[in-house]
């Protein structure tokens, strides 16, 4: 299935082991958490640098491969539920803590705002000031980067009804995020878990409501993927699975119910992907987060020990969950950097062949920017992740240990 926009969210990092309370029914260190958002984080790579001439033979296997990684654009809508839940599984377990407000807020910071704005201001204040006219990256984002800066990129381009900001149009998705950061704090102090709960369900109606009103309506149909009252209900289905994680029973009574979702679900976008109206008043949105909410259901549940666990558990989605977050900021300016020296029509007419230079350019692009992102890790974001340490407090139960 093919949505609006080249989708990809903010993936969230992961500094130590998530764990979770035994009396859950689910393992005390649960890595599979972290294996998905590697999993989320390959999808969208995949989509990223997913490009080349459509026009050109790539013969059976890549004309199926590359269709696969065309859906990758999705990973961002498994980064949404992935964050509601290990958001609100922080803020409920400090809930009554000292400090509620302030440890989130200013571990939030720290995590999100020196890469995001190290990297704005080096592409878009420092490099013009140094080189002048000579400077001619990022045009389409230095004009309206005061979108970018305040967090309202999105706005911008729901309102504009295009993907603008050229290789910063992705942060769309990180403005999303911001402003669940912002006001889902507020929710989970003044309810209760049952209170909560119900506040979930009534936003995930909410945005299928409002999305189905407002493309009726003849509003533009960008908002439906940009606004963030249209994308929250991937956010509210993480956040009422943590929740109900968090009850007496647990979350694995609700296995059957994932194995049905995800069946139903997976067979609804291999039908919508058939029809010429890939927007269907915003019905893809809610099926895509619905299959991703039973896929974290099992995957959080499933025991180390079992096939489905030592796959999510896996060194390698481990490595690529823990720098996610820098991959996907990286990846959209890297290929407007890099074009003039590395492309996909260079390598193509270099290997004498559409598959082979496709596919050498996806792999030459994914290396940089895990390497760009294991770098920015080392020298720049650890750093300021040591600070987060001043910000913490005991939960009142150790139900989640790790911030995400």
């Not at 989509?47 to 990684?69: M, Q, S, W």
């Not at 039908?271 to 949105?285: F, M, V």
């Not at 549940?301 to 977050?325: A, D, E, M, N, P």
Request: hydrophobic share 50%.
């Amino acid at each position: 299935m093919q949505l609006l926009t080249p989708k990809a969210s903010r993936p969230v990092e992961s500094e130590k082991p998530i764990r979770v309370q035994q009396p859950l029914g689910l393992p005390k260190h649960v890595p599979a958490l972290d294996g998905i958002r590697g999993f989320a984080i390959l999808m969208v790579t995949a989509y990223r640098f997913n490009l080349g001439p459509v026009d050109a033979d790539y013969g059976r296997i890549g004309r199926v491969l590359f269709k696969a990684f065309s859906v990758g654009n999705l990973g961002v809508d498994l980064f949404f539920v992935l964050s509601g839940f290990l958001i609100t599984g922080i803020l409920f377990d400090a809930k009554g803590g000292p400090h509620y407000f302030r440890n989130f807020y200013f571990r939030r910071a720290l995590r999100i705002y020196p890469l995001y704005y190290g990297v704005l201001f080096v592409a878009l204040v420092a490099m013009p000031l140094l080189l002048g006219s000579r400077y001619q990256l990022f045009a389409e984002a230095r004009a309206d980067q005061a979108s970018l800066w305040l967090y309202v990129a999105n706005f911008l381009m729901g309102i504009r009804n295009e993907w603008c900001l050229g290789s910063f149009r992705h942060f769309w998705s990180l403005c999303v995020e911001e402003h669940f950061y912002l006001l889902w704090p507020l929710v989970i102090f003044f309810c209760s878990r049952r209170q909560a709960l119900v506040a979930c369900l009534l936003t995930i109606a909410f945005a299928i409501v409002g999305r189905i009103a407002w493309l009726t309506l003849g509003g533009p149909k960008v908002a439906i993927e940009a606004f963030t009252c249209f994308q929250c209900d991937g956010l509210a289905l993480g956040s009422f699975l943590a929740l109900v994680a968090r009850g007496p029973r647990g979350i694995r009574q609700y296995i059957p119910w994932a194995l049905v979702g995800m069946l139903l679900t997976g067979l609804s976008m291999g039908y919508i992907s058939t029809l010429a109206d890939r927007q269907l008043l915003g019905l893809p949105i809610t099926i895509c987060s619905a299959f991703f909410g039973g896929l974290l259901v099992l995957a959080v549940s499933s025991r180390s020990t079992t096939w489905l666990g030592k796959i999510w558990g896996s060194r390698g989605l481990r490595f690529f969950g823990k720098y996610s977050y820098a991959m996907y900021v990286f990846q959209l300016p890297l290929i407007e950097i890099l074009a003039p020296i590395l492309n996909p029509e260079m390598l193509i007419e270099r290997w004498g062949s559409a598959f082979l230079g496709r596919m050498a350019y996806i792999v030459a692009m994914f290396a940089i920017t895990t390497a760009g992102a294991v770098i920015s890790w080392n020298l720049f974001e650890k750093h300021f992740l040591a600070l987060k340490s001043r910000f913490h407090s005991e939960p009142k139960q150790p139900a989640v240990a790790a911030s995400s």
